[in-house]
């Protein structure tokens, strides 16, 4: 971690998506998206027997609680960005938080990619952070753009790059693994080792599909996807020794 001691933290950029299934159900699928889902499904269920045919109320059952996290199934509706910035006022280091809620997922794309575009143009002197970024923010948004047909800004064009061209990832996960590969850690988790709040909110990630198809609450998704950004945030301060953000120090 301390390796990351030397990076301006004003040039980080904290950010979390929130991705929902395609459809509001399996059974609007397309016929083709169906058989498809179908293979994927087999994997998920760990059902590789050809022989074991998969139900329809398990297909339907799967596809709510797995197809968002697919990119080929899924799309984003909210993504969040944090900045750290010094207040001149007390010098204390303080945050800013916005969201961008959109059903058009070409939209959102596009308005996260002007801002990477305007202010993080520099892969050697500018950073994106954030929670397992590296396997699912980063290439979930990739893929979409690539679905959209949308060119990729300088700080997500890294198809074939090599590892140490892609520096300014910082995965907070990856941070706290110190070359660990075996396993996950949850937000939450870290939250209550290091000592900062944890990211809970009155909804969390398994039921954001349901909050946007049958709520259609965008405003209550953007919340909690900008308290899943302060918490990266928080951990990366923690990583530097540095004093934690409190409420008074978050602004929208």
Same mark, same amino acid.
């Given at each position: 971690?301390?390796?990351?001691?030397?990076?301006? *933290?004003?040039?980080?950029?904290?950010?979390?998506?929130? *991705?929902?299934?395609?459809?509001?159900?399996?059974?609007?699928?397309?016929?083709?998206?169906?058989?498809?889902?179908?293979?994927?499904?087999?994997? @998920?269920? =760990?059902?590789?027997?050809?022989?074991?045919?998969?139900?329809?109320?398990?297909?339907?059952?799967? +596809?709510? %609680?797995?197809?968002? @996290?697919? #990119?080929?199934?899924?799309? $984003?509706?909210?993504?969040?960005?944090?900045?750290? +910035?010094? %207040?001149?006022?007390?010098?204390?280091?303080? $945050?800013?938080?916005?969201?961008?809620?959109?059903?058009?997922?070409?939209?959102?794309?596009?308005?996260?990619?002007?801002?990477?575009?305007?202010?993080?143009?520099?892969?050697?002197?500018?950073?994106?952070?954030?929670?397992? $970024? &590296?396997?699912?923010?980063?290439? +979930?948004?990739?893929?979409?753009?690539?679905? !959209?047909?949308?060119?990729?800004?300088?700080?997500?064009?890294?198809?074939? =790059?090599?590892?140490?061209?892609?520096? !300014?990832?910082?995965? *907070?996960?990856?941070?706290?693994?110190?070359?660990?590969?075996? #396993?996950?850690?949850?937000?939450?988790?870290?939250?209550?080792?290091?000592?900062?709040?944890?990211? @809970? %909110?009155?909804?969390?990630?398994?039921?954001?599909?349901?909050? +946007?198809?049958?709520? &259609?609450?965008?405003?209550?998704?953007? !919340?909690?996807?900008? &308290?899943?950004?302060?918490?990266?945030?928080?951990?990366?301060?923690?990583?530097?020794?540095?004093?934690?953000?409190?409420?008074?120090?978050?602004?929208?």
């Amino acid at each position: 971690m301390d390796s990351i001691a030397r990076i301006d *933290t004003t040039k980080v950029l904290f950010l979390d998506i929130e *991705t929902v299934s395609g459809c509001p159900v399996y059974e609007d699928l397309s016929e083709d998206l169906k058989a498809l889902w179908a293979l994927k499904a087999r994997s @998920i269920l =760990k059902r590789y027997d050809s022989d074991d045919p998969i139900q329809e109320d398990e297909l339907s059952a799967t +596809y709510l %609680d797995r197809a968002a @996290i697919y #990119a080929e199934f899924g799309k $984003i509706v909210c993504i969040s960005v944090g900045v750290l +910035y010094r %207040d001149r006022a007390d010098q204390q280091i303080k $945050i800013r938080l916005k969201s961008s809620a959109n059903d058009d997922e070409a939209q959102l794309l596009k308005d996260f990619s002007a801002l990477l575009d305007q202010y993080y143009k520099n892969p050697s002197t500018h950073f994106m952070c954030g929670h397992n $970024i &590296k396997e699912f923010d980063v290439p +979930y948004m990739c893929r979409r753009m690539v679905v !959209h047909q949308l060119p990729f800004p300088t700080l997500l064009d890294i198809s074939g =790059k090599k590892p140490w061209e892609t520096k !300014h990832q910082l995965d *907070t996960m990856e941070l706290w693994k110190f070359g660990d590969r075996k #396993a996950y850690t949850s937000l939450k988790l870290l939250a209550a080792t290091l000592g900062f709040p944890s990211p @809970i %909110d009155d909804i969390d990630g398994s039921m954001v599909g349901r909050v +946007y198809w049958e709520d &259609k609450d965008l405003d209550r998704i953007a !919340h909690y996807c900008e &308290k899943d950004t302060l918490a990266p945030a928080q951990q990366y301060l923690r990583s530097q020794r540095t004093q934690l953000l409190t409420e008074d120090h978050v602004t929208h």
